[in-house]
């Protein structure tokens, strides 16, 4: 069988289609652009955006079309409605290809709290849920052909999935639909646990065995949720559906203990806010108690293989490519192995948007997920306004920004209060600068990394000495760090050295209540960081230590050397592909530690946490910076900081914050929080005027004071993703030899070889074995070809087979594929038919 996804095809050819009813996606076309005069504006381009709750997507399209909304921060993914909107003069749409449904299982166990039973404790129960589902019956029945099913670990849209072709069929295969090799191991091992079978009802210490689904019910996974849940009745299971909102199904599944047993599956959802170019960390992230702080990432207990082979993978501990392939390869059938979480498909997302409205979307995440939404979202005739954007929740999670918020619709709102240092570009995921200027990253010798973008320089030398004046340790007692000279690590080497250059300008920004920004706020999320994995601090928190062991796992040391211009040098072992990328991880965060102290007092008091993890922990409030109970514990701990004029961290931000910019600094924040009645102080392109908790409203405005002309990023154009026409015979007899051509083309104009960074061709037989694979040969004016001699054909036997190809562009980091089945059949039998 063929390669069962589509990829990233707005205009694909039907010889492209290789999954039965996906869906080609012609692009409606934009109207022209209009001069607009932007003068001396800076920052955003329109004066207020009003994100208001709206969760049914049904009435999306017609709510635009009337003006009511603008733009959609959710994706449409019903066939029906997307047909309207493409009918529709009064809306436009934006695709995206990053969103996947999955199935998260509660591996607590064997038994809950209650003492009843958990069966996804056990590793091959959940393993027996991918034989279970048909995921092709997901993509084709629920999703309506808006989706690719998808088996594993790593997204079928990303530039890993290309690399790892061969070895993702195999794994893919491995595990099609088998329901009776699925009961047959459910039942082995639901006796194992001591359950045994009565009237067709598992039951264990008598009782039922009750699985709780809990099912979100704004969106597709309802139907998602009821299909898994048929499937579990007719394995033998009592079913309870838990039917919940984003707001409650979170506070359930990602909140609470799990081994409360609150519930056992949970219809889950998920979008690369960025095109991924590197999926090595996705296992650390999806499968480990490493990758979020949350009580249900600190149950999950992958085996010490997995462990080891996700971290290495998330450390970047390879020494090569090839090394690199086989841990990844490794990695994914381990995923399979343990599974607790059901990849189910990824989604093409229409995002809908007013005719009139621009905005550049990025290719994975769309505009919800995008980085340059805010710095590029306009009216198409004028500049201001007014833009409304429809939202399926907002406030989900309380927002701060240590242990807040990672819902999807939060985080899209929080971009837009924040100035990154360097903002990925939207079609290849590689970072570009916009606070930093310029980056130098040395290598050691052998180290497989390179750069794209001309900002960044890589130099390979043979040995990396850290400093012994850089910070590499932390001292809770003293509040500051140690040097490595300090610590005793005199001598210490590292793989790597990012240097990061930033603007001149860098310390002359305002955040939003007019607080100068300083060296302080650097400092700060280094300090908290370090403070909240240490047992003697009243900040630790035992959900940010395996995250943290990670980091610091592959930490060396960093250091600034210089603050005008601001400058800073980071040392670690970890690595990723592409340098660009390695620069944006070692690029700190910058928080406003005025902001940052009220929290602190707060948490150290016991009255609220940075996380949900310790909330509950210490029973205290996840910390809010702007809704709900935590305001007024905010409120207090302001009056105590300007009565003893509190820095946090004394002996570290001292330095940088005297006396006078200490009240300065508090005067500020009462002011701000008098008139916006919230403490959520950013310093990005808009501002958060106001909070309507009830409503389920947030209203942002342009701030004015921000640095850079609002024509910035707007030369953004649509992304130029090849199509591909591959051509070739129907039937090949035996002894002939057989050639393939693929026409790729952007817009109707032919692909320059130049622009194309892969071209690879997989062989299928009959049984969906990769029988050969090698590289596709150019020929010029966008055209390539596979050819194959008469001996690779008679080692394919007779009967059908597949010739699938895969190409990568240069300038779409996301891979597209086309297929193109024939027939082996006996000499003379062509011409004889």
Known sequence: MPLQAVFAMCRAPAAALLLAGATAFPAKAEAPGVGLDLGDRRGGLVDEIVFATEGDVARIAGLIADGSFQLSAQGITDQTIYQRIRESAAVDYDLSFGSSIELTLNPVGPEFGDGSLNPFHVPAIREALNWLVDRRHVAEEIFGGLARPRTLAIGTAVPDFARLAAEARAIELRYLPDRARALAVIETEMEALGAERRGGLWHHNGQPVILRVLIRSDDVRRQV????????????????RLYRGAEEASRIWIASDPAAGQWHIYTGAWVSIL????????????????GRAD???????????FDEVASRLSRGDFSDLEERSALMARALELAMEDSVRIWLVDQSQIVPRAAGVQVAADLAGGVRGSQIWPLTLRLQDRVGG??????????????????????LFDRMVLRALSDAPLLPDPYTGLHRPQRARDARLTVREGTPVSATLDWVSVDVVEEIAVPDDAWIAWDEAEGRFLTVAEAGESGLTARTRATIRYGDAF???????????????????????????????????????????VFQRQFRGWRILSTDPFELEVYSDQISLDAETMVAQRAPNVLPWHVMALAILAEEGGELAFSSAKADRIGAEWLSLVAGPSLPVLDRMLGRAQDEGFVPFPALLGPHADADEVAERYDAIASWRMQRRHFQIGDGPYYLHSVHPVEGALVLRHFDRFPDPSDRWLGLSDPPIPDLDLAGPLIVEQGQSARFTIDATVGGAPVAQADIEAARFLLFDGDGTLTLSGAAI??????????????QIRDLGLGPNSMEVVFTSRHVAMPVFASQPFATVPAGAAAWR
């Open 507 to 549: 310390f002359a920004r305002q955040w939003h209540d007019g607080s100068p920004v300083s060296p302080a706020d650097v400092l700060i999320s280094w300090a908290l960081s370090f403070s909240r994995a240490d047992p003697d601090s009243p900040l630790f928190d035992p959900g940010h230590v395996p995250s943290f062991e």
């Open 275 to 290: 095109v991924r170019r590197d999926s090595s960390d996705d296992f650390d992230f999806y499968f480990t108690p490493r």
């Open 778 to 791: 150019p020929l010029g004016s966008g055209r390539w070809e596979v050819g194959l001699t008469a001996a």
């Open 225 to 240: 949720g009821d299909y898994i849940a048929n499937l579990m009745e007719d394995a033998g299971f009592r079913t309870e």
């Open 386 to 407: 007014q833009i409304r954007v429809a939202t399926p929740s907002v406030l989900t999670e309380p927002w701060n920004p240590i242990a807040g918020t990672n819902w």
């Open 295 to 305: 009580p249900l990432w600190q149950a999950y207990e992958p085996s010490p293989e």
